[in-house]
């Protein structure tokens, strides 16, 4: 059974620091997902990874692959306010449905 | 393209009350998800539909659960007598039926058991 893990589930930083979100999982995936979640709010999509070595960028938040050590990462860069919310991973299932298995989230306040 | 809807997007019931939720998919996707999430925790997979066949469903859908996609397009969701611990965030996604297509996700429907 896929199990996806996120490191930390709560983060507070201020202003203009860095940091990085961590995703580890369980067994053999291609494609690896992070999604931003505001409160009371639906999923919004931010990376899809679906290669070893994969980077994605966009603004301040840039996101990598690595397929053999079962990782993923977010890392913000000189954070702002306007990045505040949940964080999710999500591991697709190879086979069958190819369903999402999402981490726990990574609650993420930046303090001005 | 108009995304996925769903509807109603809050639903408060009495416990033992059933309760249906509808989502409109993006028309040309085929594969239609559903999700529970609970607060604080990520959202679970519970159903997925193929065109109209549903073909495959979570532990966590109980005998009270069921689910319909009857021409392929919009997707229903049921959930009789409801308890408390059935309240949640409800989320449908839709894909198209490829590989790395990603999926989409609805505003969701948050419903609360009193």
């Known amino acids: 059974e896929l199990k996806v893990e996120q490191n930390p589930l709560f983060l507070s930083m201020q202003e203009g620091k860095n940091y990085t979100i961590y995703c580890n999982y369980s067994?053999?995936?291609?494609?690896l997902y992070w999604y931003r979640q505001d409160p009371g709010k639906s999923l919004e999509s931010l990376f899809v990874?679906?290669?070893?070595?994969a980077v994605k960028q966009e603004g301040r938040l840039m996101a990598s692959l690595d397929t053999k050590a079962r990782l993923s990462t977010l890392h913000i860069t000189a954070a702002v306010h306007d990045l505040s919310a949940t964080y999710f991973c999500?591991?697709?299932?190879?086979?069958?449905?190819?369903?999402?298995?999402f981490g726990q989230g990574t609650r993420l306040t930046i303090n001005p | 393209d108009t995304g996925v809807s769903q509807d109603p997007r809050h639903k408060i019931t009495k416990r033992g009350q059933n309760v249906t939720f509808r989502c409109d998919p993006i028309?040309?996707?085929?594969?239609l998800y559903w999700y529970r999430q609970t607060l604080g925790q990520g959202p679970e997979f519970l159903t997925y539909?193929?065109?109209?066949?549903?073909?495959?469903k979570s532990r966590l859908l109980s005998d009270r659960f069921s689910a319909e996609r009857p021409k392929g397009s919009f997707s229903t969701l049921e959930i009789q007598r409801t308890e408390q611990g059935d309240s949640a965030m409800y989320l449908c996604?839709?894909?198209?039926?490829?590989?790395?297509?990603?999926?989409?996700f609805g505003p969701g429907t948050r419903l609360t058991v009193t």
């Open positions: 996604a839709s894909s198209l039926n490829a590989r790395y297509y990603e999926q989409y």
């Open positions: 067994t053999t995936s291609d494609r």
């Open positions: 990874l679906l290669s070893n070595g």
């Open positions: 999500a591991v697709a299932i190879i086979q069958g449905a190819q369903k999402l298995v």
């Open positions: 028309s040309e996707h085929n594969r």
């Open positions: 539909f193929q065109n109209e066949a549903q073909l495959e």
